[in-house]
C-alpha cells in the first residue's frame, strides 16, 4: 500500500505557468518535506513542516511556495516556473522532532518538464 | 566543499561481483547514516542505517560507519541485476528540532548479468 502518494506522476507546465504539485500521506508523520532532485544531483531540501511549523531553507527561491492545510496533505506551488525548475520533485515525511529520519519514507516523485 | 560527497559513477560490474560504495562528509555533527536505493523515475527508498561509528548486516548488504575519518561504506555481495540502480547517503543533522537528512549525489549502479 502507497504511504506517500505524489499526483502527478508527470507534470508539463508552460514557461511561467504556476503549477501545484500534491503530497498526501497516510502515515501520520509530523515531518513532511519537499526535495528538489535534478538528473544525477542530490535531492535538495527546499522546505519543511513540523505539524504546521514551516521551515524554508535559506537558498530556496521566492518562487516556490508551499502549503499544509493538515496533517495528511502537502502542496509546493511554482509560481513562474522556469525552464531551470524542470527536475524530479520528491515529497518525504518522517516521523516529530527528535526522531531521526531514518524512517523517512519517500513518495514516487513528480517529474516536472517546463516547456 | 559540499557537505557530502559521493561519485556519481556509473559503476558497473559482473554479477555475483562485491560491490563497494563510498561517502565522504564534513559535518562531524551528523549521527545517522542512511542508504537509500533509488530505481530510474521511482523515489528513493531506505535501505539500510547506522547510528554512529560501527558495523551494520542485513542480508547482502553491509553498512559500515567511520566518523574518525568521516567516511562511510556500503558493500553488496552477490550482486544481482536487480541490484543496478542509483544508492544516495544520506545523513541526519538537527534543525529546529527536527532531523534533516542530507544527501550525497547518488552512485549509479550497474550489474550485468
Known amino acids: 500500500d502507497a504511504m506517500v502518494i505524489q499526483n502527478p506522476r508527470y507534470q508539463v507546465t508552460q514557461f511561467g505557468k504556476p503549477v501545484t504539485l500534491s503530497c498526501s500521506q497516510t502515515?501520520?508523520?509530523?515531518?513532511m518535506y519537499w526535495y528538489q532532485q535534478k538528473s544525477s544531483q542530490a535531492p535538495k531540501l527546499l522546505f519543511h513542516?513540523?505539524?504546521?511549523?514551516?521551515?524554508n531553507e535559506a537558498d530556496t527561491p521566492d518562487n516556490f511556495q508551499s502549503r499544509r492545510p493538515n496533517t495528511s496533505f502537502c502542496f509546493l506551488d511554482i509560481r513562474s516556473p522556469g525552464l531551470g525548475d524542470a527536475a524530479m520533485y520528491l515529497c518525504?515525511?518522517?516521523?516529530?522532532?527528535?526522531?531521526?529520519?531514518?524512517?523517512?519514507?519517500f513518495g514516487q516523485g513528480t517529474r516536472l518538464t517546463v516547456v | 566543499q559540499k557537505e557530502v560527497e559521493q561519485d556519481p559513477g556509473p559503476l558497473s560490474v559482473p554479477e555475483g561481483a562485491i560491490v563497494s560504495l563510498n561517502c565522504t562528509y564534513s559535518?562531524?555533527?551528523?549521527?545517522?547514516f542512511m542508504w537509500y536505493r533509488q530505481y530510474s523515475r521511482k523515489g528513493p527508498e531506505l535501505l539500510m542505517y547506522?547510528?554512529?561509528?560501527g558495523n551494520k548486516e542485513d542480508g547482502r548488504f553491509t553498512a559500515q560507519v567511520d566518523k574518525s575519518s568521516k567516511y562511510i561504506s556500503l558493500f553488496i555481495r552477490d550482486s544481482q541485476p536487480s541490484d543496478s540502480a542509483t544508492y544516495l547517503c544520506?545523513?541526519?543533522?538537527?534543525?529546529?528540532?527536527?532531523?534533516?537528512?542530507?544527501f550525497g549525489r547518488g552512485t549509479s549502479l550497474i550489474v550485468h548479468p
Open positions: 547506522t547510528y554512529s561509528s
Open positions: 544520506a545523513m541526519d543533522a538537527t534543525s529546529g528540532g527536527s532531523y534533516i537528512p542530507t
Open positions: 513542516y513540523y505539524d504546521k511549523d514551516f521551515n
Open positions: 502515515l501520520n508523520h509530523n515531518v
Open positions: 518525504a515525511t518522517s516521523r516529530g522532532p527528535g526522531q531521526p529520519s531514518t524512517e523517512a519514507f
Open positions: 559535518n562531524s555533527a551528523f549521527q545517522y
